[in-house]
């Protein structure tokens, strides 16, 4: 079990190499990554709450993808095959369990065959092993599922992310790195040879050479506070860390979004052997529908959905915070996506509120399973990147802003992609201190 720091002890030295906001799976694959490389850095995780990998990281069913969804070319496509290998190594090494246990796309009527047939195509494009199946090759996977085509990849596996950030967490002291949680970051001051970092409780905690914001629904407070903070006394960064830095972004936000998983009772588990994915629809939106999960477990879960909230850090799945309600409804990207995307998200928000719609929704892939097979499950929030278009932001997004590198948005694939999300971040932060 991750040790827990109380605020009390979580002062940290005066001066570091770097220092790194948040300590879900990417903040901790980074100092991992750094530490592996460069043990003679001295890296200390601020994480705000009481363990390492607390929100989006170990909120989640476990999947690691093996990268047929995403746009070749993409951060996404290639993070996420570089990273699930590095991943599946970690977890060999440190005892974590996972298993590859496939994943059948279903196409459940001819009309979704088109979109199926380009699906393999970007599968093969990415490197996926991808192998096209009739409907008895189907229930040779998945017996209990009905459809008229769909898509194999053997490569799928899965794990338990909360257990992968705890290893990370041990891995990182075991090597001198620093990990102080109840210790949230509110705001940083760069200057052009470090980057001051004010937490609370604690008040100004450190300074450290480079810092890599890895904050979640946080991260772009953490930019506009980085960006307000630049004008120093001693002024701007200069060189080579100058040029290469990117002008923060003013015209995009974090829209917090619920998801909300449904489990199967154990004595219908039986219905599920691997992972069951419906074909892509589109559509503008980058989330993949309603999907069928066996966790590392044994847990099959259902879902999720995606619900806009009104509360970042909610404790209950309907929580309003004042602050983040007002940024959300005077942000005009949040209007311009529900007007574009209302028939989604009404259609969503109605599936959260009944089981009965989300069954039916379930049952085109797997009829067997019924309303009463069916209880709720965990929940969690997730970090939504949304431009002032009203356009959701599907691939990773990263900013540099002078001795600062931030994660701006790290949707899934992030935890199947963290390691090799970690090794670019590393390599930039190494470059911010001189090689």
Same mark, same amino acid.
């Given at each position: 079990?991750?040790?827990?720091?109380?605020?009390?002890?979580?002062?940290?030295?005066?001066?570091?190499?770097?220092?790194?906001?948040? +300590?879900?799976?990417?903040?901790?694959?980074? &100092?991992?990554?750094?530490?592996?490389?460069?043990?003679?850095?001295?890296? &200390?995780?601020?994480?705000?709450?009481?363990?390492?990998?607390?929100?989006?990281?170990?909120?989640?069913? +476990?999947?690691?993808?093996?990268?047929?969804?995403?746009?070749?070319?993409?951060?996404?496509?290639?993070?996420?095959? $570089?990273?699930?290998?590095?991943?599946?190594?970690?977890c060999a090494e440190h005892g974590v369990p996972f298993e590859r246990t496939g994943?059948?796309?279903?196409?459940?009527?001819?009309?979704?065959?088109?979109?199926?047939?380009?699906?393999?195509?970007?599968?093969?494009?990415?490197?996926?092993?991808?192998?096209?199946?009739?409907?008895?090759?189907?229930?040779? !996977?998945?017996?209990?599922?009905?459809?008229?085509?769909?898509?194999?990849?053997?490569?799928?596996?899965?794990?338990?992310?909360?257990?992968?950030?705890?290893?990370?967490?041990?891995?990182?002291?075991?090597?001198?790195?620093?990990? !102080?949680? #109840?210790?949230?970051?509110?705001?940083?001051?760069?200057?052009?040879?470090?980057?001051?970092?004010?937490?609370?409780?604690?008040?100004?905690?450190?300074?450290?050479?480079?810092?890599?914001?890895?904050?979640?629904?946080?991260?772009?407070r953490l930019l506009a506070g980085t960006a307000r903070g630049a004008a120093a006394?001693?002024?701007?960064? #200069?060189?080579?860390? $100058?040029?290469?830095?990117?002008?923060?972004?003013?015209? &995009?936000?974090?829209?917090?979004?619920?998801? #909300?998983?449904?489990?199967?009772?154990?004595?219908?588990?039986?219905?599920?052997?691997?992972?069951?994915?419906?074909?892509?629809?589109?559509?503008?939106?980058?989330?993949?529908?309603?999907?069928?999960?066996?966790?590392?477990?044994?847990?099959?879960?259902?879902?999720?959905?995606?619900?806009?909230?009104?509360?970042?850090?909610?404790?209950?799945?309907?929580?309003?915070?004042?602050?983040?309600?007002?940024?959300?409804?005077?942000?005009?990207?949040?209007?311009?996506?529900?007007?574009?995307?209302?028939?989604?998200?009404?259609?969503?928000?109605?599936?959260?509120?009944?089981?009965?719609?989300?069954?039916?929704?379930?049952?085109?892939?797997?009829?067997?399973?019924?309303?009463?097979?069916?209880?709720?499950?965990?929940?969690?929030?997730?970090?939504?990147?949304?431009?002032?278009?009203?356009?959701?932001?599907?691939?990773?997004?990263?900013?540099?802003?002078?001795?600062?590198?931030?994660?701006?948005?790290?949707? #899934?694939? $992030?935890?199947?992609?963290?390691?090799?999300?970690? &090794?670019?971040?590393?390599?930039?932060?190494?470059?911010?201190?001189?090689?």
């Amino acid at each position: 079990m991750t040790r827990t720091v109380t605020a009390a002890s979580a002062k940290c030295d005066s001066d570091l190499d770097v220092v790194i906001v948040g +300590g879900g799976i990417v903040g901790l694959a980074t &100092a991992h990554r750094l530490l592996d490389t460069h043990p003679d850095l001295e890296v &200390a995780v601020l994480e705000a709450a009481e363990d390492v990998g607390q929100h989006q990281s170990a909120r989640n069913s +476990g999947v690691l993808h093996a990268g047929l969804y995403y746009r070749p070319g993409s951060a996404k496509a290639r993070w996420s095959r $570089a990273g699930k290998p590095l991943l599946e190594r970690f977890c060999a090494e440190h005892g974590v369990p996972f298993e590859r246990t496939g994943k059948v796309v279903v196409a459940v009527d001819r009309e979704e065959l088109p979109a199926l047939d380009a699906l393999a195509q970007r599968a093969r494009t990415n490197g996926v092993e991808i192998h096209r199946l009739g409907p008895e090759g189907l229930r040779d !996977h998945e017996p209990h599922v009905a459809g008229v085509a769909g898509l194999w990849t053997p490569e799928t596996a899965v794990t338990d992310f909360a257990a992968v950030c705890r290893a990370l967490a041990e891995a990182i002291r075991a090597r001198g790195g620093h990990i !102080h949680t #109840s210790t949230e970051v509110v705001d940083l001051h760069p200057t052009s040879q470090r980057v001051d970092v004010t937490t609370v409780p604690q008040g100004h905690l450190c300074a450290a050479r480079a810092v890599i914001v890895c904050a979640g629904l946080q991260a772009d407070r953490l930019l506009a506070g980085t960006a307000r903070g630049a004008a120093a006394p001693d002024g701007p960064a #200069s060189g080579a860390a $100058a040029a290469a830095a990117n002008a923060p972004t003013t015209d &995009a936000r974090i829209v917090p979004v619920r998801g #909300s998983w449904l489990e199967l009772r154990p004595d219908r588990r039986h219905l599920v052997n691997g992972n069951i994915y419906p074909v892509p629809t589109g559509g503008g939106l980058p989330f993949l529908g309603v999907h069928l999960t066996r966790r590392v477990d044994g847990q099959v879960w259902v879902g999720p959905n995606a619900v806009p909230v009104l509360a970042r850090d909610g404790r209950t799945p309907a929580s309003i915070d004042l602050h983040d309600a007002r940024e959300l409804l005077t942000f005009p990207g949040a209007w311009r996506l529900a007007r574009q995307h209302w028939r989604v998200l009404a259609s969503e928000l109605w599936a959260d509120r009944l089981l009965s719609a989300t069954t039916r929704a379930v049952q085109r892939y797997v009829p067997a399973i019924e309303r009463t097979h069916l209880r709720r499950g965990p929940w969690g929030v997730r970090a939504q990147l949304v431009d002032r278009s009203g356009r959701l932001v599907d691939d990773f997004t990263l900013r540099q802003h002078g001795r600062s590198i931030h994660v701006l948005n790290a949707p #899934s694939p $992030a935890a199947t992609s963290a390691l090799a999300i970690g &090794a670019e971040l590393r390599d930039r932060a190494v470059a911010l201190l001189g090689g």
